[in-house]
């Protein structure tokens, strides 16, 4: 057992018991390495990529931080494989049919990237029925999550994906990691209390399904983190393997729920507008740099409702597929009305709360972060805070808040501020 993998062991070894359900948790990974340094590791994939088609696929950044000691530990442990390091490449499903289509000879795919590629990789693996392995050259939720967000004529969408055979996370090119990709790291897995909270009002208001598992996992390192994320910045291996095992879990949890909903809800919402409708005007600010800021936004509004909100009254909103033309594409409208409340739908709600919202809110209080403990945590290790941080402006990002919530059918606090009249007093001023 790895002293750096934490829970992660029992999650491998089966030995994980839900406090929830008293169910055994298990994952279907066989390895996840976290040490200081995987030079001279024997990992327990190789036996079965051994004297196989094997070929490695990198981006040229990626290569250049990790590529060389990668090479050397395959080699070390006797693989052959051929190489292919890709100037460019895109995040659509056009692009990833295509490197499919130009891998299909091989039988194992090894990775060595960062979130986009390796979500590239893990529909190529799927498309051809190979084994994934991934070398993370930073860290991201990417490598364990079960599916990818790639565009289709520029709308995001989820699709089905292969889980990786094997996840290695070397702390050492990690110490040597930009900032700004652990800042975004960090910015990233701050939103397990958002979501939670997010993903929990959904369950109450609309029964949909709850378990807290994914989140219980992540309480630990997350405590570290809030505490210590300046230690980030000194490289501190404790610390960055708290960031390391958190990463995963946030992408583990969409395999134990079979959705995204434990780590990505209303602060991804407005991360997604914002990558969808900026267009060229976008400054090519990171993921997690995105939801660091969505997720000072998200919790603002969740801490004002849910600590001051003595009563809850939804009010009617208009809205038809005409709001869903030219700024949002129509085919969503499908998807959204499954959360829109209207007619006798929004009567029996406001007949819940009207009853319930006071137990509603004692339950949702044992899982609300504050603010500022989120914000803090992401100040101490420079992390952005801000939409002008982003160099996003204020008129794009009020846009954002406002019109995020109908991408999805997610339901979020973006959705109740938007029924209690109440989304216009967290629009950023000038």
Known sequence: MSKYLGVI???LSGSYISPFSNKSVSIPIDEIVIERSIENIKFKFTKNLLNKKNLVISGENSFKA?????????????????????????????FATNLSLS???????????????????????????????????????????STVSLTNNGVKETIKSKIAQSIIIDLDNLRMAPLRLLRSALGDVLCRSTCQIDWLTSHLFLSTEYDETPFALQYEDERLLLDDSYKILEGDYD????????????????????????????????????????GEKHPGTLHGEQVAVTTILLSKIQNQIINFSDT??????????????????????????????????LDNLNNLLEK?????????????????????????????????????????????????????????????AHYTMTLSDYFIKD
């Open 103 to 145: 891998s299909k000879e091989y039988e194992n795919i090894i990775v060595i990237g960062s979130g986009s590629l390796i979500d590239l990789c893990k529909f190529v693996s799927f498309k051809n029925n190979q084994n994934l392995i991934v070398f993370c050259s930073s860290l991201t939720a990417a490598a364990t999550t």
């Open 239 to 278: 610390t960055l393997a708290a960031l390391s095992r958190m990463t995963l879990l946030n992408g583990i949890a969409a395999i134990i729920i079979g959705s995204t909903h434990a780590g990505s809800m209303g602060e991804h919402l407005i991360s997604h507008y914002i990558d969808m409708f900026m």
């Open 356 to 416: 319930k919202w006071p137990e509603q809110k004692a339950i949702l209080k044992k899982h609300l972060l504050p603010t500022e403990s989120i914000e803090k945590a992401l100040k101490n290790c420079g992390a952005p805070t801000n939409n002008v941080e982003l160099r996003i402006p204020n008129n794009f990002y009020n846009l954002a808040i406002k019109n995020s919530f109908l991408l999805r059918d997610r339901f979020s606090y973006l959705d109740v």
């Open 9 to 11: 062991n029992n999650l």
């Open 312 to 345: 809850l009254v939804f009010k009617k909103l208009n809205i038809t597929d005409n709001n869903f033309r030219d700024k949002i594409f129509t085919q969503m409208y499908e998807q959204f009305k499954k959360k829109y409340f209207d007619g006798e739908r």
């Open 66 to 94: 990790f590529g060389e000691k990668v090479l050397k530990s395959l080699r070390n442990n006797n693989l052959d494989f051929d190489l292919n390091i890709l100037k460019k490449y895109e995040s659509s499903q056009t």
